[in-house]
């Protein structure tokens, strides 16, 4: 179903835009990709966790996660199937724990502390399909990566009575788990794609 879909779609765009370069038809195929992806998955996800009462959490957990993705990226599956089961993992799982686990303050920032420490080191975290080759940008991304993670820590220290404070955890939870190293030899994904290409901005 989804290779049908990015036929069809790469079909009209090379009709309307033939001046395209194939550089610019793999980065557009790139996007649509995962975009259908992005939509089959949250439509799945979402069914699931309202079957399992914990829809609001993984909703919410899905907001403050997908602000650090913008900047801190992180691996693609290599299947659909596997996308499945670490989205399943990471945001129904972290929605069950949300709800109905009452984690210790001191344990929480603690937690917190090791994930922004990963993500001063690790992130961004590009992908195989998009490496991130630009020097610049990278630099970018981890200052945009930290400032967003300081902001998460520090509104997690202070309004730990408040039960938010829970969803803005475990994004900076999922978000640590989608950009580590370990994650990503888990899968046999490679890691640091940039560093096979020649920087041309550097």
């Known amino acids: 179903?989804?290779?049908?879909?990015?036929n069809f779609s790469m079909k009209k765009i090379k009709e309307k835009y033939p001046e395209y370069t194939?550089?610019?038809?793999?980065?557009?195929e790139y996007g649509i990709e995962s975009l259908y992806i992005l939509f089959?998955?949250?439509?799945?996800i979402f069914f699931l966790s309202y079957l399992l009462g914990v829809i609001?959490?993984?909703f919410i957990i899905l907001i403050f996660y997908n602000i650090l993705r913008m900047t801190c990226f992180g691996l693609h599956a290599k299947t659909s199937f596997?996308?499945?089961i670490i989205s399943g993992v990471l945001f129904i799982g972290a929605g069950?724990?949300?709800?109905?686990i009452n984690i210790n303050y001191y344990l929480k920032i603690i937690i917190s502390l090791l994930c922004l420490i990963n993500i001063i080191i690790f992130a961004p975290a590009d992908?195989?399909?998009?490496p991130l080759i630009n020097n610049k940008k990278r630099r970018k991304y981890k200052i945009l990566s930290i400032i967003i993670s300081l902001i998460y820590f520090t509104l997690i220290i202070l309004f730990h009575n408040y039960g938010w404070n829970n969803y803005?955890?475990?994004?900076?939870?999922?978000?640590?788990v989608v950009i580590h190293p370990f994650t990503y030899w888990m899968f046999q994904l490679p890691y640091n794609n940039y560093k096979t290409y020649v920087d041309k901005y550097y």
């Open 1 to 6: 179903m989804k290779r049908k879909f990015l």
């Open 22 to 28: 194939e550089d610019k038809l793999e980065e557009i």
């Open 40 to 44: 089959t998955k949250t439509i799945v």
């Open 56 to 58: 609001k959490e993984v």
């Open 82 to 84: 596997q996308c499945y």
């Open 96 to 100: 069950f724990l949300c709800k109905y």
């Open 127 to 130: 992908t195989y399909k998009r």
């Open 168 to 176: 803005l955890f475990f994004g900076l939870i999922d978000i640590t």
